[in-house]
């Protein structure tokens, strides 16, 4: 089985001191990094990049969004993506470790931003022209201070990319229907839960374990979720499964016989039906779309 790479922060030019943090302008960080990012991989840190001028396609769990002036990317860590361009990409980027923001933020979550909060939500903002120039001036700020050597340097790029997720907040929340959860216990239920997820949907599909591990009703839990994502707990079970499906598809190129016993599945047609009830083609045919 090909397992996707998984890249670490510190594989990448890190300013001395400025440990758990990095910040290029979008050109020399695919100059130097390009054996690193041509190809499907995960991160383990949060990453954010501006393109100010490009063309192409950037993929995000199997989400293909347009690249173009004023693509705004935020992207969580254990997510698949890879871009593909038509036309020089220029801009901006800038990645940290959960760690970072959380020692500097200690009384935030860092997911609770609509854009990290679920892998269910967009990870893509497009930009007008005058947002683009604000958002623009938040990057070259946060760029300065980390190859400058000013007093405080660290503490200001916290503060800057801070706001620059609060102001992508607004934007995003704007633009869509996704809202900002206020509840801080509700908060907490669906984070735990889609970690719990992630960590056992191999071997438990039920939502009751869930809502055992999590200590609430099933009917509680499927509020939260719904008021969150307007799914059930099942239904993200199901999609957490279905993604990895997908990924050992196409990057794995295992058979939907293998994949459907890895996945835990003891009858591969019985997966094969739930696969294609929820993507509209069977395995083989989700696979040759990517050949």
């Known amino acids: 089985m090909n397992k996707l790479p998984v890249l670490n922060i510190n594989q990448?030019?890190?300013?001395?001191?400025?440990?758990?943090?990095?910040?290029?302008?979008?050109?020399?960080?695919?100059?130097?990094?390009?054996?690193a990012i041509n190809k499907p991989h995960?991160?383990?840190f949060y990453?954010?990049?501006l393109f100010t001028e490009g063309a192409g396609v950037h993929e995000i769990?199997?989400?293909?969004?347009?690249?173009?002036e004023g693509a705004l990317f935020l992207i969580k860590p254990g997510q698949t993506h890879y871009w593909k361009f038509t036309e020089k990409a220029e801009g901006y980027i800038f990645f940290h470790s959960k760690s970072f923001y959380d020692f500097h933020f200690p009384n935030k979550q860092i997911d609770n931003y609509p854009f990290f909060y679920s892998r269910f939500n967009a990870s893509a903002l497009y930009l007008n022209k005058i947002n683009v120039a604000s958002f623009v001036t938040l990057f070259i700020k946060i760029s300065e201070e980390n190859t400058g050597n000013k007093l405080f340097s660290i503490q200001k790029m916290s503060l800057l990319i801070d706001s620059l997720y609060i102001d992508a907040s607004r934007l995003f929340i704007a633009v869509?229907?996704?809202?900002?959860?206020?509840?801080?216990?509700?908060?907490t239920h669906f984070n735990e839960l889609e970690r719990l997820i992630d960590a056992?949907?191999?071997?438990e599909k039920r939502p009751d374990f869930y809502a055992k591990q999590i200590n609430v009703s099933i009917k509680h839990l499927n509020k939260i979720v719904n008021a969150t994502v307007g799914k059930s707990t099942s239904e993200l079970v199901q999609e957490r499964i279905i993604l990895e499906a997908k990924r050992l598809l196409v990057y794995g190129k295992l058979t939907s016989q293998e994949i459907?016993?890895?996945?835990?599945?003891?009858?591969?047609?019985?997966?094969?039906r739930i696969f294609k009830k929820?993507?509209?083609v069977s395995p083989s045919e989700f696979a040759k779309q990517y050949e």
């Open 42 to 44: 995960k991160h383990d």
């Open 278 to 280: 929820k993507c509209g």
């Open 200 to 203: 056992n949907y191999l071997v």
């Open 260 to 272: 459907a016993f890895s996945l835990g599945y003891d009858d591969p047609s019985y997966f094969s």
């Open 176 to 187: 869509t229907d996704v809202k900002i959860e206020i509840n801080k216990k509700r908060v």
């Open 12 to 35: 990448f030019k890190i300013e001395k001191g400025k440990e758990d943090l990095y910040a290029s302008i979008l050109s020399e960080h695919l100059l130097v990094h390009d054996s």
């Open 61 to 68: 769990d199997f989400k293909t969004y347009p690249v173009n």
């Open 47 to 49: 990453l954010t990049v």
